[in-house]
């Protein structure tokens, strides 16, 4: 008997609307899906991890507000996964400390849970008396952190066990602006605060890097896993600045970085060493031809994943929409081979089938899912196959039973 093949979705939005968690029944023989339920309408799932030998979900809440409060940061959550039904549970959840938890990954043992938080692009300003007597005030903003969690033996979350603050600028740096965005309207701070927007781990490596697209930065850590600790190991500053990165991913047998900019169709490539050091040794463009403002902001990227053969990598494009294919070569450096259209709006979430034989995309603006087939030279190709979906973020797939 085949095991059940479950999708995953974490649902996330700029506008105030019902979000979750949906999961889907996934028929590896065809790449289609079916949905199952979608849980939890008050939270943004903006991203999602998967431990497949305990069956446990983990989740972030994207929000910078306590329940009934002001501020205060958003939450981390776990769910358990029925095998034989695809349905979550929700086990418990921790408060994250900081605002806008982004991304979360485990540690290479899997006893710790690590999220990195984006921070709410606001200050405060304090008015200050000093001892004689005069006045001045200071601005204050969110405090950035990367923040580990104890993984108990059923899979559930513990409180945080350590800290690791990413400063920033204050906005008193040679580049810190203040801009609006001219389609949502949110507030992007350049090199003010630090945003962590992705924690990302080595495959099986104690080694993690942090993309900060606050500072245009890149950071990097181990976890000491017998203390429970965030050990910095160093940081790179991207050479464009508000290029804003964003996202990461890492070659599965080299040791090389991927990283993709919000901000700027532009990859990098960088090779890392033991003692964590990130160095910058190809770059290419995402674009085939240079493109223009598209609604007053220029085409950046969302998400990235690495093919498991080492040869494919997957950048999505907003403002074109599109899928772009890069192929690898045996050092790793990058060729731009397609792009294809998402047939969707804002292509948020990719994820490939365990198989390898299906690429899907979550489209969060239009709230559908598009699924492509995986050639055998690794571009892809439209199915034809589109769901209705809530607002997909981030996508994963669970073979239940699995030690994936």
């Not at 958003?74 to 605002?99: C, R």
């Not at 993984?151 to 690791?164: A, K, N, Q, S």
Request: glycine share 10%; with cysteine.
């Amino acid at each position: 008997m085949s095991k059940k093949v479950y999708t995953i979705v974490g649902n996330w939005g700029f506008a105030p609307a019902p979000k979750g968690i949906s999961t889907f029944h996934y028929d590896m023989e065809d790449g289609t899906l079916e949905a199952i339920e979608t849980i939890h309408p008050d939270i943004a799932a903006g991203q999602l991890c998967l431990d497949a030998e305990r069956m446990v979900l983990y989740a972030v809440n994207e929000c910078g507000e306590r329940r009934g409060e002001i501020g205060g940061g958003g939450y981390v959550l776990s769910f358990s996964i029925n095998p034989e039904t695809g349905k979550l549970t929700l086990m418990n959840e921790q408060a994250s400390l900081s605002p806008e938890p982004s991304y979360l990954c485990m540690s290479l043992n899997k006893k710790y849970l690590i999220t990195c938080h984006c921070a709410d692009p606001w200050h405060v300003t304090k008015i200050v008396q000093h001892e004689d007597g005069s006045y001045s005030n200071e601005v204050l903003f969110d405090d950035t952190a990367l923040v580990l969690f104890p993984i108990r033996e059923d899979g559930t979350i513990g409180p945080p066990c350590d800290v690791l603050i990413t400063e920033g600028t204050g906005g008193k740096g040679p580049n810190s602006q203040r801009n609006v965005d001219p389609v949502t309207n949110h507030i992007q701070m350049v090199e003010v605060i630090s945003r962590l927007h992705a924690v990302i781990g080595a495959p099986g490596k104690n080694f993690f890097v942090a993309c900060d697209k606050g500072m245009d930065k890149l950071i990097t850590f181990r976890v000491d896993e017998e203390q429970g600790k965030l050990v910095k190991l160093d940081e790179y500053t991207v050479e464009e600045v508000a290029s804003f990165p964003r996202y990461g991913a890492f070659h599965p047998e080299l040791p090389v970085f991927y990283s993709n900019n919000e901000n700027l169709a532009l990859l990098n490539c960088f090779r890392y060493d033991e003692g964590g050091r990130l160095e910058l040794y190809d770059k290419i463009s995402l674009l085939f031809e240079e493109v223009g403002m598209i609604d007053g902001k220029p085409v950046g990227a969302q998400d990235i994943l690495v093919h498991p053969n080492g040869k494919t990598l997957y950048v999505t494009l907003c403002g074109l929409n599109d899928i772009v294919t890069v192929s690898l070569d045996e050092e790793g450096r990058p060729r731009l081979v397609q792009h294809i259209s998402s047939e969707g709006e804002l292509p948020r979430g990719i994820c490939l089938s365990p198989d390898e034989r299906f690429l899907l995309s979550g489209n969060m603006v239009s709230g559908d899912i598009t699924v492509f087939r995986v050639l055998k030279d690794g571009t892809l190709e439209y199915t034809g196959r589109k769901y209705e979906a809530v607002s997909p973020s981030a996508i994963r797939m669970l073979v239940a039973g699995s030690k994936q």
